[in-house]
């Protein structure tokens, strides 16, 4: 039975600081080699997502926006949305009462002024302007109030809040884990799935996974609230994409030698 590995973006399959997927690059090579699909799935815009799956030469699927939707290759140049989630400008005209019910103030990332969203994002230049593209999500910082408050405030808006490596997240009610669902039960097999990521909202996606395993965050450390909704899950023998790349590695150097055992008894 086949492979397919989900994964995360940032502290993930990305470096957290400077977004690059070099030290994960022969993995991602050898993962095409082998046919195992390499799925992202990540709060990060199509707008930004586009250009790194061309530079992944990623062909499937990728989830964006938290699941807000799902993006399948039309041709080689054009992607196809299938929409899940809730539009961002509806999100934002349910942010006001929000507010009003949970006493608090959000500063949401795609009102930002570039400097501010470069500042609390690490992103810069055209990667910054593609991040403030949103769609179906719109990250947030709580200025004031509690977020316990927003949450259920949120809700009575139909809205869900998730907590990423970075923001709070605004969005509809389908999540990474209804998206991936979505494209699983498009499959015409089921395979071994294995997932990858960092965040408490990665945990949607995890729970679903045969194998999944909890990156280590910047300070070396898998988070505790992740660890706690996913028990089961490994982690990562280090953090970043050298981490993303030596979990697979190990992970699928142990199952060929596995299955050449069992093909030679």
């Known amino acids: 039975m086949r492979y397919a590995v989900f994964t995360d973006l940032d502290g993930t399959l990305l470096d957290l600081h400077d977004f690059s997927f070099e030290p994960a690059a022969g993995m991602v090579a050898r993962l095409r080699a082998e046919g195992i699909p390499l799925i992202i799935?990540?709060?990060?815009?199509?707008?930004?997502?586009?250009?790194?799956?061309?530079?992944?030469q990623l062909h499937g699927p990728v989830i964006v926006e938290s699941g807000g939707a799902i993006a399948m290759r039309a041709d080689d140049r054009l992607w196809a949305y299938i929409p899940l989630g809730v539009p961002a400008g509806e999100i934002r005209k349910r942010v006001p009462r929000i507010e009003q019910k949970a006493e608090a103030k959000l500063v949401l990332y795609s009102s930002m002024s570039l400097e501010d969203a470069g500042l609390v994002s690490g992103l810069s230049g055209d990667m910054l302007k593609r991040s403030m593209q949103r769609e179906f999500d719109e990250p947030f910082l709580?200025?004031?109030?509690?977020?316990?408050?927003?949450?259920?405030?949120?809700?009575?808006?139909?809205?869900?809040?998730?907590?990423?490596?970075?923001?709070?997240?605004?969005?509809?009610?389908?999540?990474?884990?209804?998206?991936?669902?979505?494209?699983?039960?498009?499959?015409?097999?089921?395979?071994?799935?294995?997932?990858?990521?960092?965040?408490?909202?990665d945990a949607e996606f995890l729970t679903l996974a045969?194998?999944?395993?909890?990156?280590?965050?910047?300070?070396?450390?898998?988070?505790?609230?992740?660890?706690?909704?996913?028990?089961?899950?490994?982690?990562?023998?280090?953090?970043?994409?050298?981490?993303?790349?030596?979990?697979?590695?190990?992970?699928?150097?142990?199952?060929?030698?596995?299955?050449?055992?069992?093909?030679?008894?």
């Not at 709580?142 to 405030?153: K, N, W, Y």
């Not at 949120?154 to 209804?178: N, T, Y």
């Not at 990562?236 to 055992?261: F, H, I, Q």
Request: hydrophobic content about 40%.
């Open 41 to 56: 799935v990540t709060s990060k815009t199509m707008a930004e997502v586009a250009p790194l799956a061309d530079e992944l």
């Open 142 to 201: 709580l200025a004031e109030g509690l977020i316990q408050r927003v949450e259920e405030a949120a809700e009575e808006e139909g809205l869900i809040v998730r907590q990423g490596g970075r923001f709070h997240h605004l969005c509809g009610p389908s999540g990474k884990g209804d998206a991936v669902r979505r494209v699983l039960s498009s499959l015409d097999e089921k395979p071994i799935v294995i997932a990858l990521g960092d965040a408490p909202m």
């Open 210 to 265: 045969d194998i999944p395993i909890v990156m280590r965050g910047s300070d070396g450390l898998p988070n505790e609230a992740l660890l706690a909704l996913v028990p089961h899950a490994s982690i990562s023998p280090e953090k970043g994409p050298a981490g993303w790349s030596r979990a697979l590695e190990e992970l699928l150097d142990r199952r060929t030698k596995e299955n050449d055992a069992r093909g030679r008894s």
